[in-house]
């Protein structure tokens, strides 16, 4: 089993930065590998960043080459960088765990995930 807690979610304007981050606790039975999810209001959650065992990541065109997805294995951490935040960006941040084996996409996050994490709240205003 694992636990998930986000932090570091918040209010800010557009063109803006926000760092989040998972800690992760709790003794899984095999290879994980995780993801980060957002949901606005009135919206399904949608799968935006990826990453597996190895630190491989993948992404949702939408958050290319603005959000990074990293993990500190020590501090058994795992982060979103995000830059360059846009008003659509705003939504309840969650991440989440799924046992895997090899590489691991943003497509995968979809098949469901085995442990989720409460979220954290994101606005960004114009």
């Known amino acids: 089993q694992l636990q998930l807690v986000e932090s570091g979610g918040g209010s800010v304007q557009a063109g803006g930065s926000l760092l989040l981050s998972c800690a992760v606790s709790?003794?899984?039975?095999?290879?994980?590998?995780m993801g980060w999810f957002r949901q606005a209001p009135g919206k399904g959650r949608e799968g935006v960043a990826a990453?597996?065992?190895?630190?491989?990541?993948d992404y949702v065109d939408s958050v290319k080459d603005r959000f990074t997805i990293s993990k500190d294995n020590a501090k058994h951490t795992l982060y979103l960088q995000m830059s360059r935040l846009k008003p659509e960006d705003s939504g309840m941040y969650i991440c989440?765990?799924?046992?895997?084996?090899?590489?691991?996409?943003?497509?995968?996050?979809?098949?469901?995930?085995?442990?989720w994490g409460e979220g954290t709240q994101v606005t960004v205003s114009s």
């Open positions: 989440a765990a799924a046992y895997c084996h090899g590489g691991y996409f943003v497509s995968d996050l979809r098949y469901g995930m085995d442990f």
């Open positions: 709790g003794h899984p039975a095999g290879t994980y590998c």
């Open positions: 990453i597996d065992a190895n630190g491989a990541a």
